[in-house]
């Protein structure tokens, strides 16, 4: 796992650069839920808002939301990932990336997880 992410409870990731957050879920999330088939993501210019709802993770095992760990109008998404969501699995912190956030409030990053509180739930989880 990279030193300069921040993490959810839900297991995705944040790399702030500037007013720029890119967003994905972690290599243990994408092993969790094996093969991933399918990721929805959000329309660029879409306004959201912290933990909630903006896409879906489809897999062979199952389908889960994806949400937002910062508030914020998502300027980017990762046009890759509709013809080879299999990027996730096999690049979850590079080409896996899901999208990009103009972040709102930086403040909200102190809600996230920082690596060692990330490893620790993913050790009781």
Same mark, same amino acid.
């Given at each position: 796992?990279?030193?300069? !992410? ?7 990731? /944040?790399?702030?650069?500037? &007013? ?6 972690? %290599? ?25 709802? /903006? ?7 199952? /389908?889960?939301?994806? @949400? ?22 096999? %690049?979850? @912190? ?15 990053? &102190?809600?996230? !997880? ?12």
């Amino acid at each position: 796992m990279a030193q300069d !992410l921040r993490y959810t409870k839900e297991h995705e990731w /944040v790399r702030v650069e500037g &007013d720029l957050a890119t967003v994905g879920i972690t %290599d243990y999330a994408a092993h969790q839920l094996g093969d991933i088939v399918f990721v929805e993501l959000p329309e660029i210019g879409r306004s959201l808002a912290q933990f909630g709802t /903006v896409g879906v993770i489809e897999s062979v095992k199952a /389908v889960s939301d994806l @949400f937002a760990p910062i508030s914020g109008e998502v300027v980017e998404t990762n046009a890759e990932l509709s013809g080879s969501p299999e990027l996730v699995n096999g %690049d979850p @912190f590079g080409r896996g990336w899901m999208l990009r956030i103009r972040i709102a409030d930086s403040s909200q990053l &102190d809600a996230l !997880l920082d690596q060692a509180a990330y490893e620790e739930l993913t050790r009781e989880g």
